[in-house]
Structure formats: structure tokens, C-alpha cells
């Protein structure tokens, strides 16, 4: 049977994915006991309550812990760590929440979110800031899918078109002032390919946030890369969201993905404010009929789940996928989300 000390060395090969250091490290691990049954049993003092990636670091101590002769079974109960221990874990390194530049002052903050990539939700988000500008409203974007940026090539903006100063980044302007910044207008060339590896992802999203000269806003939309990542995670647990739209589609996969997403957000208590269900139907121009090409909608179902209205149901529409592709998002008109958007426009700042 191993000793305390032995299955403590094997816990040192399970890392906080978030922190990137050791359970045993960050002094996660309490109250350990061994019986001679070979049951290891032990808590997780998590360095945020509810924290999604509780059950990645479950699952990984159980992997090494059975590896070692003798154990048979691993029992890990959940708890927190309090505000002294966090402090005396992360020393003065505890990671402050970021703060926008004395230039920048920011009404709502709204994070787009899928499940997964490809079901639209670069368009919502760009749609979405369209229709608030149209609305009257001062938008910005902040395109937080550093790996697959899609929001400068929607408003036609060219590669490298930011600009810093001594205050701060300056962000690209579209056509009808809607402000933007992403990895895409720094690069020189659209297909240059930049390594990202996680620390550095959610560094760069928090410096996007904290450094672009956003001026006066209404809104900043911040379009989130799809799944329930590492970057998603910190965006949603430190800068101050207003709340967050989740976009799906029909598939059955798309919403069994966005499941893990809605449940993130529900363990940070992140309002959803609503479910957006993309190519749910074509709508046929010979007959006017709705055909639902993807399958039945999940997304009153997702909704449920969510504890949020369906906001919207769009249909495909080629000539969206053209105007986008010519950078011309805004003048695609989708009716479907106005009134959505007006709902957006009228929430109260979070205080
Ligand atoms: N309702 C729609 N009708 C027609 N085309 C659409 C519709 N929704 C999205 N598209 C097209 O599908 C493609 C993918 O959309 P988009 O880039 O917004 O997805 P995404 O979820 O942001 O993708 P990724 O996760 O890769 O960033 C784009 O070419 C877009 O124009």
C-alpha cells in the first residue's frame, strides 16, 4: 500500500488546467486518508467555488492514484479555499480583476458563447453590435477567438489596422463607428498563423479589455472562441458581464455541447440572458415553406435548461453567408433579432 507521502508525490502530476501548477502546489489537497481497503479519500480545497474544471482534476487524481499498486478506488469531496488562503497560496500574484484605461467608460459588457465552432456565432455577435448601432447605440467588439479571429474579415476591415499610442490601442473603426479589436488587425497578412498557448490567450483578452482606448460605449460584445475553454473560463469569471447570449444550433450535438456551457456559466452565476438558435429552418422562396434542414429545434429545451427565453430562431439565409464573405455584415438585415436587440439595449448596467 502506498504511504501519504508517495500518493501525494503522484497528486503533484495533477495540474490545475487553469493555473497551469500542481494540486499539491497550490495546496489543494486536504484531509487525505488511506484505508487499508486501498480507498484513497481526500478534499479539494478549489481556489473558486464551483469552478468548471473540478471534474478534469477529479478525474486526472483518480487516473494517477489507481495507477499505483493497491489503490482501488479514490474519493474526492469538493471544497474552497478562503480569501487568507487563496492570499497566502498565490502570494501578491493573486490575479486582480482587470480594470479599463481612465480613457474607456462601458455601459454593458455582453460575452457571446457557443457550444461549439461553426454555428454562427460571429455573425450574432456582429449582428447583434449592427443592430444596436442602428438602435442609436455606441458598440465595440471585442473578438476574444484569438486562434480563428472571423470579426474583422465581417466588416471588411483590413489586417493591421490598429494602431497604439502612448494611452493606449487605438481599435479599428467600422463604416458605422462600431469599434473593434482583434488579433486579426494586428497581424500583417489575415492568414498569418500565431501560436497561442493558454496563459498567454487569456493575457492578451484581458490586455484587449483593458488597454484598447474603447472611449464611451453602450455595449462591448465580446465574441468568446467556441466550447467551454480555459479562455472562456477566465473572461466569464473576471471581467464584469452583464450577462452572456448563447448561440446553438438545431443538431442535436451542437446543444448536448452547449449543455456544458450553460452549466459553466450557471456554477459562476453568470446570467444567460438568451438562447439563440441559428439555421434552425430555410425557409423554401418557391413555397414559403419552412423546412428544418438541421433537424427539430432543441432550443426551448436548451432554454429550460438555461433558465432563459429562446431570444431568437434564424433561419439560413444565403445571402447572408455572401454579404459576410464580401465584409458587408453591416448591411445584412436579420428581422429575427431586433427585438432581441432592443431587449439588450434596455438592461440595466451591471453595478
Ligand atoms: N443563418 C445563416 N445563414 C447563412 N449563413 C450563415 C448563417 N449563420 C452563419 N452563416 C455562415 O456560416 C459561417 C460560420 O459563421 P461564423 O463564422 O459566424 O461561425 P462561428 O460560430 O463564429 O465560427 P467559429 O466558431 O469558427 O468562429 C459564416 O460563413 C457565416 O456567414
Redesign the pocket.
Known amino acids: 500500500m502506498p504511504t501519504e507521502v508517495e500518493i501525494m508525490e503522484a497528486l503533484k502530476k495533477v495540474i490545475d488546467p487553469e493555473l497551469g501548477r500542481s494540486i499539491v502546489d497550490l495546496q489543494m489537497v486536504r484531509d487525505l486518508k488511506i484505508d487499508p481497503e486501498g480507498l484513497v479519500s481526500f478534499t479539494l480545497a478549489l481556489t473558486a467555488p464551483g469552478c468548471p474544471l473540478k471534474d478534469r482534476m477529479q478525474q486526472d487524481a483518480h487516473a494517477v492514484l489507481t495507477a499505483l499498486p493497491g489503490i482501488r478506488d479514490v474519493k474526492v469531496t469538493f471544497g474552497a479555499m478562503t480569501e487568507e488562503e487563496r492570499a497566502a497560496v498565490f502570494g501578491h500574484s493573486t490575479p486582480s480583476l482587470p480594470k479599463l484605461n481612465e480613457f474607456s467608460k462601458i455601459g454593458q459588457t455582453i460575452a457571446v458563447m457557443?457550444g461549439?465552432?461553426?454555428?454562427?456565432?460571429?455573425?450574432?455577435?456582429?449582428s447583434l453590435a449592427v443592430n444596436l448601432a442602428r438602435q442609436g447605440k455606441k458598440v465595440g467588439i471585442l473578438d476574444a477567438?484569438l486562434t480563428?479571429?472571423?470579426i474583422p474579415k465581417?466588416f471588411g476591415l483590413p489586417p493591421g489596422g490598429v494602431r497604439g499610442s502612448d494611452m493606449g490601442i487605438l481599435p479599428g473603426n467600422t463604416r458605422t463607428g462600431i469599434r473593434i479589436m482583434s488579433t486579426n488587425l494586428l497581424v500583417p497578412e489575415e492568414d498569418t498563423a500565431v501560436v497561442w498557448r493558454g496563459p498567454i490567450v487569456s493575457g492578451t483578452i484581458r490586455q484587449f479589455y483593458e488597454q484598447v482606448l474603447w472611449g464611451r460605449l453602450d455595449v462591448l460584445l465580446i465574441?468568446l472562441?467556441?466550447g467551454t475553454s480555459d479562455a472562456n473560463l477566465t473572461v466569464v469569471q473576471t471581467i464584469p458581464l452583464d450577462g452572456v447570449v448563447l448561440?446553438t444550433t438545431p443538431q442535436a450535438l451542437a446543444s448536448l455541447v452547449v449543455r456544458k456551457g450553460v452549466r459553466m456559466l450557471q456554477e459562476l452565476e453568470v446570467p444567460i440572458l438568451g438562447i439563440i438558435e441559428?439555421?434552425s429552418y430555410y425557409t423554401c422562396p418557391d413555397t414559403g415553406k419552412p423546412h428544418e434542414i438541421f433537424g427539430p429545434s432543441h432550443a426551448a429545451e436548451v432554454a429550460q435548461l438555461a433558465g432563459a427565453a429562446v431570444a431568437a430562431r434564424?433561419?439560413?439565409?444565403?445571402?447572408?453567408?455572401a454579404?459576410?464573405?464580401d465584409g458587408r455584415v453591416e448591411d445584412v438585415t436579420?428581422p429575427e433579432l431586433e427585438a432581441f436587440t432592443r431587449q439588450l439595449a434596455g438592461i440595466p448596467a451591471a453595478a
Not at 117 to 126: P, R
Not at 314 to 321: D, F, N, Q, V, Y
Request: aromatic share 0%; charged share 20%.
Open positions: 457557443s461549439k465552432g461553426g454555428v454562427g456565432k460571429s455573425l450574432v455577435t456582429a477567438d480563428g479571429p472571423s465581417l465574441d472562441p467556441p448561440v441559428n439555421m434564424l433561419p439560413i439565409r444565403p445571402e447572408i453567408a454579404q459576410c464573405d436579420i
